[in-house]
């Protein structure tokens, strides 16, 4: 009897290793999409830039000259993306403001609460694919 029990508690305490690795290992995903995110909205695309040229030298083995010729136009590509992506923000924020607020128009009161309590049109905007943060 003796030797079942240290074997339950032996498979409880792997049991929750696991556990434990799971939820840091997620936690520690998570941190780091947060940070890659905050680095390409703060640096005006040079994040951006850095990860996608390193991309194309594993990819396609650019030689130094076409590496040098590249990053420029990557830079001014994502740069102009990024300005076109901060004129329209705005407009997408107002269309789904407008679109909670008729939707709103349409809950009781106690679901409208539930709606604001769980970020608004954030809540309207489809689940990412599985695998995606």
């Known amino acids: 009897m003796k030797r079942a029990s240290m074997w339950a508690g032996l498979l409880a305490v792997f049991a929750c290793g696991l556990a434990i690795g799971a939820v840091s290992g997620s936690l520690c995903e998570r941190h780091q999409a947060a940070e890659r995110f905050r680095q390409i909205r703060h640096d005006k695309g040079a994040f951006l830039t850095g990860l996608v040229l390193g991309r194309l030298q594993k990819t396609l083995d650019?030689?130094?000259?076409?590496?040098?010729?590249?990053?420029?136009?990557?830079?001014?590509?994502?740069?102009?993306?990024?300005?076109?992506?901060?004129?329209?923000?705005?407009?997408?924020?107002?269309?789904?403001?407008?679109?909670?607020?008729?939707?709103?128009?349409l809950l009781t009161p106690e679901q409208a609460h539930k709606l604001q309590e769980n970020g608004e049109w954030k809540l309207l905007l489809p689940k990412p694919p599985p695998g995606r943060p």
């Not at 300005?83 to 997408?92: A, T």
């Open 62 to 105: 650019l030689s130094p000259q076409q590496k040098a010729g590249i990053e420029p136009i990557l830079l001014e590509g994502f740069r102009s993306s990024l300005k076109v992506r901060e004129e329209i923000r705005p407009h997408q924020d107002r269309i789904m403001q407008e679109t909670t607020e008729r939707v709103r128009a």
